[in-house]
């Protein structure tokens, strides 16, 4: 191979490996809607905000393009087209790549793809989960009226109406969970405590014991399936719903059960509900992201479907006439006909990851550079961007006030950079749980004498092409100690 040839194949290796996204951002605060399936009460999500929305002086949102653009030239993977939806990361490893060091540290999961990547980082996160316990053939249902049994979710896979249109390498898992049992029946016939109309993503929480613990005693799964989103997406309270579902999956960590993610819907009854559904996603994935276990971008698989894939009430997903585990190309426009295939693929990509002596299903993956010091911040190298990080465990103590608050943030902090090529709308959030109180910062500058606004949980504004920082700081209440420990940022366009 000539020099020329090595030169342009390594190129191709590390850019495969940089950061993915596009940038978004806007919050805005609006009358909740009343919920879908009619349920008026989000109470569970609202008992658990006890920390107020943002003042950094929201505007109400402009119409947001679905699609997120690259804050880095060549930076995305194309996924692989599958029927006119999308299926598989499709990712295969370049040529050089046992030529260059690849990086290590959690990988971070692109926008571009529906199912995320299952690389070593990832695995490696997955088995240790399994190691806590589960039955190998069981799964758990966590949702709201779209993951119901009558909902059609997965539950056509226990009879013989399945027509997988030549994707029989999925005929094993299929088989594998049907010989699961939970209370006498399949997981995929299982009747969940933990999927009720009308829910949103802090219902199954709510109570002792909880439904969602509930379901998990009683199933023991190996897979918890998690899909929330339509109903939240009324409220508009972001950093709830992220801290929420941070919650569903540390519960179903616990008990040896994999999360697995799924992005909601598109919404055809609402506009303004629509608008916020691809940030939901973003929340979505940056929680999957941050635990390393499975996401399934439904919203963007479905973004191309006939009427999204919903029914006639242009709300809930659509069901083929010859059943919801068909699968040839002209039943992929109903909605949970997509949902029920793009599930049972990410099952068989996990159960194969999870395999003795199985080696990862992707490359390594984009990880996060810099250290977050004011010397070496974290580069935001596109959007949206999610970061999982612990400030009891990591990162610097360089401020202590900001200009722009009088707040003591005297605890550890993470400083990130961004670099936008173009004006546009960012939002920024940050989610926490517990005692934590982790508080975000815009700066001009890595000063705390150059800081542009302060929240407790998130940031919009519109910014001028150039270069931006954020810090995610401790907070020190007086007369106590730092709220130093685990956090999740996320970053994403909401506009222009």
């Known amino acids: 191979m000539s020099a020329g040839a090595v030169r342009s194949s390594l190129m191709r290796t590390v850019k495969h490996w940089v950061a993915w996204a596009g940038l978004s951002l806007v919050f805005v605060a609006c009358a909740p809607m009343s919920a879908l399936d009619g349920d008026s009460g989000d109470a569970p999500d609202a008992s658990r905000d006890a920390r107020g929305s943002s003042d950094s002086g929201a505007s109400d949102a402009a119409s947001s393009d679905a699609t997120e653009d690259s804050a880095v030239e060549d930076s995305a993977v194309d996924a692989r087209e599958r029927d006119g939806a999308i299926a598989d990361s499709g990712v295969t490893p370049d040529v050089m790549a046992d030529r260059v060091t690849p990086p290590t540290g959690p990988t971070l999961y692109p926008s571009n793809q529906t199912h995320s990547p299952i690389s070593e980082s990832v695995q490696r996160s997955m088995r240790a989960i399994a190691m806590r316990g589960g039955m190998d053939n069981t799964f758990a249902k966590v949702g709201d009226s779209q993951t119901v049994y009558d909902s059609g979710f997965m539950v056509c896979f226990a009879g013989t109406s399945v027509d997988l249109a030549g994707r029989d390498a999925l005929a094993p898992t299929i088989a594998h969970f049907r010989a699961g049992r939970i209370a006498g029946v399949t997981p995929y016939e299982r009747r969940p405590l933990s999927a009720v109309v009308g829910w949103s993503s802090g219902a199954p929480l709510a109570g002792s014991p909880a439904p969602l613990d509930q379901e998990l005693a009683a199933a023991q ?10 109903n939240d997406s009324q409220v508009r309270n972001l950093p709830v719903y992220g801290e929420n579902l941070w919650e569903i999956a540390e519960r179903s960590i616990a008990r040896g059960a994999i999360p697995v993610f799924t992005s909601a819907p598109p919404r055809g009854d609402s506009a303004i509900a629509d608008q916020w559904i691809p940030w939901y996603a973003h929340v979505a994935r940056a929680v999957a992201q ?89 580069a935001i190298e596109a959007l949206p961007f999610a970061d ?15 200009s722009c608050s009088t707040a003591n943030e005297g605890g550890r902090e993470f400083v990130y950079r961004l670099e936008l090529r173009a004006p546009a709308r960012i939002h920024a959030l940050v989610l926490d749980r517990g005692t934590v109180d982790v508080d975000l910062h815009r700066l001009t500058a890595p000063s705390a004498s150059m800081c542009a606004a302060r929240d407790d949980r998130q940031l919009v504004a519109d910014l001028p092409a150039g270069t931006h920082y954020f810090s995610v700081d401790s907070y020190v209440p007086a007369g106590s100690t730092a709220r130093e420990g685990e956090y999740i940022f996320v970053v994403f366009r909401a506009g222009p």
């Open 388 to 402: 999982h990080r612990d400030t009891s465990r990591g990162g610097s103590m360089a401020f202590d006030r900001y």
């Open 221 to 230: 799964p190996r897979f918890s399936l998690v899909m929330y989103g339509s």
């Open 290 to 378: 941050a635990k390393q276990v499975p996401f399934i971008d439904l919203e963007r698989a479905l973004r191309a479907a006939p009427s999204f894939g919903l029914s006639g009430d242009n709300l809930h997903l659509s069901r083929s006439p010859r059943g919801a585990c068909s699968f040839a190309a002209s039943e992929l426009r109903y909605g949970q006909n997509q949902r029920n295939l793009l599930t049972i693929e990410a099952l068989d990509r996990a159960r194969r990851a999870l395999a003795t002596g199985a080696a990862p299903l992707d490359p390594p993956g984009s990880i996060a550079t810099g250290d977050g010091s004011v010397a070496s911040p974290i």
